[in-house]
Nanobody, 122 residues
Framework: VQLQASGGGLVQPGGSLILSCVAS????????MGWYRQAPGKQRELVAT???????RYIDSVKDRFTISRDNAKNTMYLHMNSLKPEDAAVYYC?????????????????WGQGTLVTVSS
């Protein structure tokens, strides 16, 4: 099972980006998913999460600017980022609790994507 994040890039302050995270492989179900970010010299922090039922949570600094969503049929999660600020610049990672089936048994494990770089600069 693999998570592939994409959509990062260079954007001016006030601009927008859409990040995507696609899960592939032998997937039975995906439970909670989330976006994290890590800026240079800082610890990785949780940005937003979404349950399989669509319940969302955000850190205060991105509320009303970022929107997390998912398409369960496509095993894909998105992060719509608007009104970007220089302090949003970071490598963004996707994370998911993935359930696989093997020999009629379910196995759940946590998986990370490889990260996509978001740069906010004029």
């Amino acid at each position: 099972v693999q998570l592939q994040a994409s959509g990062g890039g260079l954007v001016q302050p006030g601009g927008s980006l859409i990040l995507s995270c696609v899960a592939s492989g032998n997937i039975f179900r995906i439970n909670d998913m989330g976006w994290y970010r890590q800026a240079p010299g800082k610890q990785r922090e949780l940005v937003a999460t979404i349950t399989s039922g669509g319940r969302t949570r955000y850190i205060d600094s991105v509320k009303d600017r970022f929107t997390i969503s998912r398409d369960n049929a496509k095993n894909t999660m998105y992060l719509h980022m608007n009104s970007l600020k220089p302090e949003d610049a970071a490598v963004y990672y996707c994370n998911a609790d993935i359930v696989t089936m093997s020999l009629d048994q379910l196995h759940e494990f946590n998986s990370w994507g490889q990260g996509t770089l978001v740069t906010v600069s004029s």
